[in-house]
């Protein structure tokens, strides 16, 4: 939490115009930001267009709020959590506003980061996902021909392994079967590698352990 902010910098917000069609007339929904005051106008800079400088540590602005900027177009890779403040009408519609958290996240130096410790997304929705989130995975796990939520037995084969005169070598396949049949006996996964809740509740509350062979893995 920044506690060195004031609650008026931490949040700032862009509403694109927006236009209805009411009649034979056209008219303007919601109002765009942009040049009604030099707040407003900063603000749109700061999230539209100063990527750079919205990643920084030093900017204090930690929320924005928008009608439309998650649409496509919008690209900042830093995005942590998602709050939806009205259901989303079409499965595009979701997928893009999802998407905008999907990204691997930066540090300061513009690297990317991996691991899901950095790149986890929260969303906070007004509707059930639990259909949404279903078939995306499905879809990925179709796109990558990987089982979603599935161990297999080989997966672990690519774990980088140091030996004793220090070189790396990868795990291989024959170990990796060894660490899968741990999990299973286990019951951690069961007989088609589809993980188990005892697995994720071991991961996130423990404990967890594995046979000391592959403890420093």
């Known amino acids: 939490m920044d506690l060195a902010a004031s609650a008026g910098d931490v949040h700032g917000g862009y509403f694109s115009i927006d236009r209805?069609?009411?009649?034979?007339?056209?008219?303007?929904?919601?109002?765009?930001?942009?040049?009604?005051?030099?707040a407003d106008d900063d603000t749109y800079s700061l999230i539209m267009r100063d990527k750079e400088k919205l990643l920084s540590l030093e900017t204090p602005l930690k929320f924005i709020f928008s009608h439309s900027a998650l649409k496509e177009g919008w690209d900042n890779p830093n995005v942590f959590q998602i709050c939806t403040l009205r259901e989303m009408g079409t499965e595009r519609e979701r997928?893009?506003?999802?998407?905008?958290?999907?990204?691997?996240?930066?540090?300061?130096?513009?690297?990317?980061?991996r691991g899901f410790d950095p790149n986890t997304l929260t969303v906070i929705a007004t509707e059930d996902y639990?259909?949404?989130?279903?078939?995306?995975?499905?879809?990925?796990?179709?796109?990558?021909?990987?089982p979603f939520m599935t161990v297999e037995p080989h997966q672990f084969a690519a774990i980088p392994v140091m030996g004793?005169?220090?070189?790396?070598?990868?795990?291989?396949?024959?170990?990796?079967?060894?660490?899968?049949?741990?999990?299973?006996?286990?019951?951690?996964v069961n007989a088609n590698g589809k993980i188990q809740d005892s697995l994720k509740k071991a991961l996130k509350n423990g404990p967890f352990t594995v046979p000391e062979a592959f403890a420093a893995h």
């Open 164 to 188: 004793a005169d220090g070189t790396t070598t990868p795990m291989g396949v024959d170990r990796s079967k060894e660490l899968w049949d741990y999990l299973h006996s286990e019951s951690y």
């Open 95 to 113: 997928r893009q506003t999802i998407g905008r958290g999907l990204r691997l996240c930066v540090n300061r130096d513009g690297l990317r980061l």
């Open 20 to 38: 209805k069609k009411v009649g034979s007339k056209t008219v303007e929904t919601f109002k765009d930001t942009r040049g009604d005051t030099k």
């Open 130 to 146: 639990t259909q949404f989130a279903r078939n995306l995975q499905e879809e990925i796990a179709k796109d990558m021909g990987i």
